[in-house]
C-alpha cells in the first residue's frame, strides 16, 4: 500500500459491550474486551496492535461508553484521547458505526475504513493484515461494502453466516494469492438452528460473519441514505456539530429516539453491492469459555500455570483454569472442565455448555444480585 493511499485509510473499532458468557471475568466493570483472557494481554489492545501496520495511530478511533473510556486509558495509556468517540447509550452497531463514520467524514471525506469489533482473537497476524489490504484496495475501486467471511469448520450456531454467489477475480496484486477469495453476497443469515447450520455447512456457500466490515466512506453514506434515511438526516446533523458547542447536545438528542439496529439488518442485508472477501487466518470470535479453552489449546497453553495463581492437577484431561485470585486449586481425576475463579465468584462448567453462562447472569440479575455482574 502506498504511502498515499495509506494516509486515507481509518480504523473504527468497537468496544463496547458486557460479554455475558465469559462471567465471571467479564463484568459489567471490566467488560471482556479490558480484561487479558489469554495472558497476552487484553483484547482492546491486541485489536489495536494488530491494525497498527496497515493504518495509523491517529487514524484508529475506538467507539465505547463513558466508563469505556475511563477503562480505556487504564488499558491503553498512550492512546490518542481524541480518537475516543463515547456513545450516550448503546444502540447497537448502526448507530455506533454512524456515529464513528461522522466523525472520520469530518476528519477525511475520502476515507477508507476497516470496522473491527475489538473481543476477537486472531493467530496469524501477517495473514490477517493481508485480507485487511485486499480488502481495502476492492472497498477503493469497486465502491462497494466489504465483508471478511470465515470458512465454518464446523455447524456452529452461534454465528451469522454469509452466502456466498459467484467467484470473482480479486485485484492485483492479490489475484495470485490462493488464500484468498472474493465473492458476491448472496445473502446474508441470522444465527441458525443446528439443523440448518449442518445445511450451511453442507452447501459450502456459506460463510461465518466475521463482523469486520471495509468500505468506502462515499459507499457507506450512501447506504445508509438509502436503507435509513431518517436516520442519515441525524446522521447529517451529527456531522455538521462536530467540533461545535452543540456537539454533545445533538448527539444526545439523536441517541434518545433511536432504536437499537444492527449494521447487517440495517444496511448490509439491504446493500446494493456487497462484497465477501475469505481467507485463512485463524480467527475466533471469544464469545464463551469454550472458545477460549479452544484457543489456549491450539496455542499448546492449556492447564499452563497463571503467573499470578498456583494450580495443582493429578490426572486430569483437558481443563481449562483461570485463576485471578493467586489461591491454590487442586484438581484430581476430572476431565473436560472450565473453571474461572475471582475474588468474588467461582463458575466451574462442563466443556461444550459454557454458552449458557448467560443463562447464570441472568439468573443473579433476576435473585437482585447486581453486584456480583
Known amino acids: 500500500m502506498s504511502n498515499g493511499s495509506a494516509d486515507h485509510v481509518f480504523a473504527i473499532i468497537m468496544a463496547g459491550g458486557f460479554g455475558k458468557k465469559l462471567w465471571p471475568l467479564s463484568r459489567k466493570k471490566k467488560p471482556k474486551q479490558f480484561v487479558d483472557l489469554l495472558d497476552e494481554g487484553t483484547m482492546i489492545a491486541k485489536t489495536v496492535q494488530r491494525i497498527s501496520g496497515l493504518v495509523s495511530e491517529e487514524n484508529i478511533f475506538i467507539i465505547t461508553s463513558e466508563h469505556g473510556r475511563t477503562l480505556l486509558a487504564q488499558a491503553l495509556g498512550s492512546f490518542r484521547p481524541d480518537n475516543v468517540i463515547v456513545e450516550p447509550t448503546s444502540r447497537n452497531t448502526a448507530p455506533c458505526i454512524a456515529l464513528a463514520t461522522a466523525h472520520i467524514k469530518k476528519k477525511d471525506p475520502d476515507a ?13 497476524d501477517d495473514a490477517f493484515s493481508e485480507i485487511l489490504e485486499a480488502g481495502i484496495k476492492i472497498a477503493s475501486e469497486k465502491k462497494g461494502l466489504v465483508t471478511i467471511g470465515i470458512k465454518p469448520d464446523r455447524p456452529d450456531t452461534a454465528y451469522g453466516y454469509i452466502q456466498a454467489d459467484g467467484e470473482l477475480s ?23 438452528d443446528s439443523s440448518t447450520a449442518e445445511e450451511f455447512l453442507e452447501s459450502k456457500d456459506f460463510y461465518w460473519n466475521s463482523g469486520i466490515l471495509i468500505w468506502h466512506i ?10 435509513m434515511p431518517d436516520f442519515y438526516k441525524d446522521f447529517l446533523n451529527i456531522y455538521e456539530s462536530l467540533g461545535t458547542e452543540k456537539e454533545h447536545k445533538v448527539i444526545e438528542d439523536v441517541y434518545s429516539w433511536i432504536h437499537p439496529l444492527s449494521i447487517d439488518y440495517g444496511i448490509m442485508e439491504k446493500a446494493d453491492s456487497v462484497f465477501v472477501l475469505t481467507g485463512e487466518f485463524g480467527w475466533t470470535d471469544l464469545g464463551c469459555w469454550d472458545e477460549v479453552l479452544k484457543v489456549s489449546a491450539e496455542r499448546k497453553a492449556l492447564n499452563s500455570k497463571q503467573p499470578d495463581s498456583r494450580h495443582v492437577q493429578i490426572d486430569c484431561e483437558r481443563l481449562f483454569v483461570k485463576n485471578t485470585t493467586g489461591k491454590v486449586i487442586c484438581t484430581i481425576g476430572i476431565k473436560d472442565l472450565i473453571i474461572v475463579e475471582t475474588d468474588d465468584a467461582l463458575l466451574i462448567c462442563n466443556k461444550g455448555v459454557s454458552h449458557r453462562v448467560r443463562e447464570a447472569v441472568d439468573i443473579l440479575r433476576r435473585e437482585g444480585l447486581e453486584d456480583f455482574l
Not at 112 to 124: G, K
Not at 175 to 183: A, H
Not at 186 to 191: L, P
Open 112 to 124: 477508507v475504513t476497516i470496522v473491527l469489533p475489538s473481543d476477537h482473537f486472531v493467530l496469524d
Open 170 to 192: 480479486l485485484p492485483a496484486p492479490f489475484s495470485d494469492r490462493r488464500n484468498l477469495k472474493l465473492f458476491k453476497v448472496k445473502a446474508f443469515a441470522e444465527k441458525p
Open 218 to 227: 462515499d459507499a457507506i453514506s450512501r447506504e445508509y441514505e438509502r436503507s
